[in-house]
């Protein structure tokens, strides 16, 4: 009985033995490969294009479409980040007041979005940008000094909005910073009796028209979506819409600052992202319009006139141009286009 119980022991020794010896010969045939794809992670970790955040500051000056170009920003800088890993962008909301005081405290961001009466005073803290598909007459607004140092990524245009109704046949207007309607109208040789008042804001002068104070309103992509948006509901009827071509300057625009090669790489990828075909058939769903010649969003008849008349050769006004100079520009074509 001992001798069985040795003989049983033995081969059981043996058993685990030749377990023992056949899985150290086999497990570097198994756990090497894990081992490897580690490693190859851990390598591709290291060669990311860029790790880190990069701070965008975003500042409008004129009224959007139906919703916050902000958060148009927003959602293609998250997409980014899923197909750039490692790589994050914060985006600053600011205004202009914002923007001067963090400038003259020296503070700076890797890249800006901007629009019309921003662009003075960071023009030589930018860097030379280079950008195809983009239509080459909304490209002049960007340039200094023969440099394209800023890109425009979204396209709005102005509008005149009119009642049947006979009133005192007012124009209402809603005027904020640098930006200048009053050039459009004379593009397209129109003469208005404009409100005395011209220092209502947007929102008042459109909410005047809806009241009847106006005969009609001198508007953005804005006013036109409004409008639009309650006709849809049966709450205006008789009104026409002309949109005004030949100028703009409801142009936003982006910018890179000097930083180092590595930033300045990913930051012109980002670039391209918001400038791609595929970004900018987005611009649909915030009411604005595309920078590109080859993106046709829209079918409702109000914002195809629109994009029609906007996708005609353009003068812009250069996004760099000094305040004052802007300013001498409102009033100058003011007279020019009153009755």
């Not at 239509?135 to 979204?154: H, N």
């Not at 220092?199 to 005969?215: I, M, P, W």
Request: proline share 1%.
């Amino acid at each position: 009985m001992n001798k069985l119980k040795k003989g049983i022991d033995y081969f059981v020794k043996f058993g685990i033995s030749v377990l023992i010896v056949a899985f150290l010969l086999v497990s570097p045939f198994t756990i090497m490969p894990s081992l490897l794809k580690s490693q190859s992670n851990v390598n591709r970790a290291e060669t990311f294009e860029y790790q880190g955040i990069l701070e965008l500051w975003h500042i409008e000056t004129f009224e959007g479409g139906s919703a916050s170009r902000g958060n148009f920003l927003e959602k293609q800088a998250i997409k980014f980040e899923r197909e750039h890993r490692g790589t994050y962008i914060v985006i600053e909301n600011m205004s202009l007041e914002q923007l001067q005081l963090n400038l003259k405290n020296g503070k700076t961001p890797d890249m800006i979005s901007f629009g019309i009466g921003v662009g003075e005073g960071i023009a030589d803290k930018l860097i030379s940008l280079k950008c195809s598909n983009i239509r080459s007459d909304l490209l002049e607004g960007g340039k200094f000094c023969g440099k394209q140092l800023a890109v425009p990524y979204i396209l709005g245009g102005y509008a005149i909005v009119q009642t049947s109704a006979q009133n005192s046949g007012v124009c209402g207007v809603g005027i904020k910073g640098a930006i200048n309607p009053f050039k459009a109208v004379e593009k397209n040789g129109k003469k208005l009796k404009l409100f005395d008042d011209i220092d209502v804001d947007t929102y008042t002068a459109y909410d005047r028209f809806l009241k009847g104070q106006f005969n009609s309103l001198l508007g953005t992509q804005r006013d036109v979506y409004r409008i639009y948006n309650r006709q849809q509901k049966g709450l205006l009827n008789d009104v026409s819409i002309s949109a005004l071509g030949g100028y703009t300057d409801l142009v936003q625009y982006f910018s890179i600052f000097k930083t180092n090669s590595q930033i300045e790489n990913i930051c012109n990828k980002f670039l391209t992202t918001l400038t791609s075909f595929d970004v900018q058939t987005k611009l649909a769903d915030i009411n604005m319009f595309s920078v590109r010649g080859d993106v046709t969003l829209y079918r409702s008849e109000i914002f195809c006139e629109m994009e029609k008349v906007l996708g005609k050769n353009l003068e812009v006004n250069n996004v760099f141009k000094n305040q004052d100079v802007l300013q001498d520009e409102i009033k100058k074509f003011m007279a020019k286009i009153g009755e």
